[in-house]
């Protein structure tokens, strides 16, 4: 019995690294070679170059009738790409969306998606026919222009790479991810890239900063503004790595009485609008962007998206910049030139590079092209030359043809024929023997004649080459020019966006509230304005000391006896349920100091007050409110004090004061100019009044006319109208309070 060989006997030893290795560089190069990089001259991955063929071959051009997707999808997959048909299809739809394709490859009929995300239908009822733009690709492929192979099953032949006389790489652009390295190219605009084109075959090393004058930054199929500085374009250019800052478009449309609202007209590339309208309405429904109160999407075949601000007074400017930072009105396109040149190598090319790569590309396509065409003439002349010799001896070859069995040789020898020429003569119809015919004949051997040595010129002259390559790229930029549909740019070049200042103010909810602030120091902030405090309530043992109506955008200043000023956000303060917060866990408050004095900052109302502070010693001066806004928890030393000294008053200038009243704890009066008091943002300042033994009680400005006023206790306010005698000048110690003053020595 014969010894049958065993599996076993193919085993072969190797590291288990090694087996490994070698096999996922196999699938690497795979997929880099075939299917994520796309090819620099044509600027096409394998899935949609057999896309194209398969439409050729389909006879799908522009001019023809559509036939179903599920037709070209069958053909592709079954003929030259042996993957899935959806993925298959998910190219297909993709370069037939205008608002994913600058310049789309695919005409759809039916649903094929929108900007929205939504997918499009499928592909039994969706039918599709090729672009100019895709013929522009395929122009010349049945001329020996490309070398093809054969397909995986070998039945067939597709192209290695398209004729491409269409600089599709950069005008449509490509994005991939491979194993190891991935792809990301913008658009561009065909006009530029042949502007750019033409400049690069007379200046093959032009410098990048002249090549961005002509193609100055990417144009996207859904427009937008381009806010990315020349300097950043030109240096992404030159590396073939970078990104560009893109924008939606917007505008502001007038509304009745004073109001108006901000159009979005378009948006970034690559960006779903729904989604895009879900983050804004979460912005609006969270309240972080309070100065915007609704969206709305009125979008039909165009996008309009409606945003309504807070109020009239907002700014649109701010607004938008709030929403470029917080959303994808504002995006980053990202620009990584890796592609596979000539060889198949990928690499990373700069722009300059590729445009050179399409060029080299063109020139090869012409030359073999011309070559095909010189073969194609040379044929046609042998067998009109044939035609030519039987014309002069037609008698004597109707007499071969007629006598002998075998005419071909006779004729041959007879007439020092070729093959070619006999069978051609052979083969020649009645109607053809006519007298016109010859003519004809003639005509065309002259002509053919004549271009065939205008191809051989060519052949041998470069320069006139580069000539025709010139003259096709400035054919292609005719054919989609600037002033059609198409060939208009999209994506306006802006300038990148000066730095807006946002106020704090302006990303708060604007809501009245009433801030408390208790005897132990306690704060907490009520909503709403309250106007009886009687019913307020506090921790055992406590009570109110200021109560001041304010909104959440305001800021409330706090100025405390060691004579520093303390800033809080309104918004910052703990709720009103509950008895709030210690105030010392907001501020860097010393124990053993306390506030003297709160206040409301509203810098948008009340700008140009002044605030009067003093030192228990009665020395103080005036300082303008503008300067009083701490930045920090540690608060702003104001009021410079001496050992063992506190800050005892603090008190705005009333409109129209012109005299500040000074009470000293021994009761006695002192009323000053104000003029007398020195303006300052820091110090000690000056002696207001002088105590023999005490300090200061309180202080009020007062206008003098109108007499000095105080609260009485049960008696209600009093009015001291005769205050002459307690005018004075600062530094002096006064007189004894009038008849009936408060025995709280406080003014209120």
């Known amino acids: 019995m014969a010894k049958t060989a065993t599996a076993t006997e193919d085993i072969r030893d190797t590291r288990l690294a090694d087996a490994l290795g070698e096999r996922y560089l196999a699938y690497a190069l795979s997929t880099i070679v075939a299917r994520s990089l796309p090819d620099v001259r044509d600027g096409l991955k394998p899935v949609h170059r ?7 071959k389909l006879k799908l051009d522009p001019t023809a009738g559509f036939k179903k997707c599920a037709r070209v999808v069958g053909d592709v997959m079954g003929k030259y790409h042996p993957h899935g048909d959806i993925a298959i299809y998910d190219a297909m739809v993709r370069l037939a969306q205008e608002f994913a394709q600058r310049y789309p490859l695919v005409e759809g009929q039916g649903n094929f998606g929108n ?17 100019d733009v895709a013929s522009a690709l395929l122009e010349g492929i049945d001329e020996d222009a490309v070398d093809f192979r054969d ?3 070998g039945e067939d032949s597709e192209p290695v790479v398209l004729p491409a006389c269409f600089p599709n790489l950069l005008a449509n652009g490509a994005a991939g991810i491979a194993v190891g390295m991935a792809t990301s190219i913008p658009p561009h605009n065909i006009v530029e890239l042949c502007d750019a084109l ?50 939606g478009r917007w505008e502001k449309e007038k509304l009745p009485h004073g109001l108006y609202q901000i159009i979005v007209t378009e948006i970034p590339y690559q960006v779903q609008k729904s989604r895009l309208i879900e983050k804004i309405a979460e912005l609006v429904i969270s309240k972080r962007l309070p100065i915007l109160t609704d969206v709305r999407d009125e979008s039909t075949d165009t996008v309009r998206i409606v945003l309504e601000p807070r109020n009239r007074t907002v700014d649109a400017d701010m607004l938008m910049e709030q929403l470029f930072r917080q959303t994808e009105l504002e995006t980053r396109v990202p620009l990584n030139l890796n592609v596979l040149d000539v060889s198949g190598t990928p690499g990373v090319m700069n722009l300059r590079e590729a445009l050179q790569a399409f060029l080299d590309h063109r020139h090869e396509v012409l030359v073999r092209r011309t070559k095909f065409r010189l073969e194609k003439i040379e044929r046609r002349l042998e067998i009109l030359e044939g035609f030519l010799i039987a014309y002069l001896n037609l008698d004597k070859i109707i007499k071969i043809i007629r006598n002998e069995d075998e005419p071909k040789p006779k004729l041959m020898k007879a007439f020092k024929l070729n093959e070619v020429q006999a069978e051609a003569i052979l083969n020649m119809r009645l109607r053809q023997l006519r007298k016109l015919e010859e003519k004809e004949i003639q005509k065309e051997h002259t002509d053919l ?3 065939g040595k205008n191809l051989r010129g060519l052949l041998r002259d470069k320069g006139r080459r ?44 604007k809501e009245p509230i009433t801030v408390l602030a208790s005897e132990k120091g306690w704060i ?3 909503k709403g304005h309250v106007e009886d405090t009687k019913d307020l309530k506090y921790k055992e043992g406590d009570r109110g000391k200021f109560v001041l109506n304010a909104e959440t955008t305001d800021k409330l200043v706090i100025f405390a006896t060691n004579g520093r000023l303390y800033t809080l956000p309104c918004d910052k303060l703990p709720g009103g349920r509950g008895h709030g917060e210690p105030l010392r866990l907001m501020i860097d408050l010393a124990e053993g100091h306390d506030p003297v004095a709160m206040f409301i900052h509203t810098p948008g109302q009340e700008q140009g007050r002044r605030l009067v502070v003093v030192s228990e010693s009665g020395r103080g001066f005036i300082v303008e409110e503008n300067t009083l806004i701490a930045q920090t928890r540690n608060g702003k030393q104001v009021l410079n004090l001496g050992q063992g000294e506190e800050a005892q008053a603090a008190q705005f200038i009333a409109p129209e004061a012109d005299h500040l009243a000074i009470l000293g704890d021994n009761r006695k009066l002192l009323i000053i100019p104000l003029k007398e008091l020195p303006v300052m943002t820091r110090g000690r300042g000056v002696i207001l009044q002088r105590y023999a033994k005490g300090g200061l009680a309180d202080i009020t400005t007062i206008k003098a006319k109108e007499g000095l006023t105080w ?8 009015t001291e109208s005769n205050i002459k005698r307690w005018i004075g000048k600062r530094a002096q110690a006064g007189l004894m309070v009038p008849k009936g003053f408060a025995r709280a020595t406080k003014f209120s």
Do not use: C
Request: aromatic share 8%; charged share 25%.
């Open 50 to 56: 057999r896309l194209l063929y398969a439409m050729r």
């Open 115 to 131: 900007v929205d995300g939504d997918n499009a239908a499928a592909m039994r009822y969706t039918e599709a026919r090729m672009t």
């Open 151 to 153: 397909t995986y099953d």
């Open 198 to 247: 033409l400049h690069l075959i007379k200046f093959p090393n032009v410098r990048f900063s002249k090549l961005v004058d002509m193609i100055p930054g990417p144009d996207f199929p859904t427009g937008g503004i381009l806010i990315e500085p020349k300097s950043s374009i030109v240096e992404a250019y030159s590396t073939g790595r970078g990104g560009f800052r893109l924008r």
């Open 449 to 451: 004649t004549k271009e």
């Open 466 to 509: 580069w000539k025709v390559v010139a003259s096709e790229i400035a054919e292609t930029k005719k054919r989609f020019s600037a002033k059609t549909l198409l060939g208009a740019r999209r994506t306006k070049i802006g300038k990148p966006p000066t730095a807006i200042v946002v106020p704090l103010e302006a990303m708060i909810e």
């Open 524 to 526: 907490r902030a009520q």
């Open 711 to 718: 609260r009485a206790g049960a008696q209600g306010v009093r």
